[in-house]
Nanobody
Framework: QLQLVESGGGMVQAGGSLRLSCAAS????????MGWFRQAPGKEREFVGV????????YFADSVKGRFTISRDNAKSTVYLQMNILKPEDTAVYYC?????????????????WGQGTRVTVSS
């Protein structure tokens, strides 16, 4: 399993941007599908986006499609979530997660390694 540490959260006004990073330690980072999830107060954790082990494919939730992008640097064992045109409804704790499954999965159960989360607050 990987150990994951997110960073880059903070407060931003609506329409602004943030880039989250997730640094991984452990073996074979490049073998893992990496996902981003978020959990708003009082709500269940939800899928945000996912990137294939190679970085060659991504998939996003409809709520963030066109605004968020994911990239990864396997040499640095790091995955990024670029968030643009942020909305107040994007306010949540954001988690990165790793899945050994070689598909672009959106299921929380497929992700066995999780970070501690980083908080994003978007003000109107």
């Amino acid at each position: 399993q990987l150990q994951l540490v997110e960073s880059g959260g903070g407060m931003v006004q609506a329409g602004g941007s943030l880039r989250l990073s997730c640094a991984a330690s452990g073996r074979a980072f490049s073998s893992y599908t990496m996902g981003w999830f978020r959990q708003a107060p009082g709500k269940e954790r939800e899928f945000v986006g996912v990137i294939a082990w190679s970085g060659g494919a991504t998939y996003f939730a409809d709520s963030v499609k066109g605004r968020f992008t994911i990239s990864r640097d396997n040499a640095k064992s790091t995955v990024y979530l670029q968030m643009n045109i942020l909305k107040p409804e994007d306010t949540a704790v954001y988690y990165c997660a790793a899945s050994i499954r070689g598909i672009l999965t959106t299921r929380l159960d497929d992700f066995r390694s999780w970070g501690q989360g980083t908080r994003v607050t978007v003000s109107s």
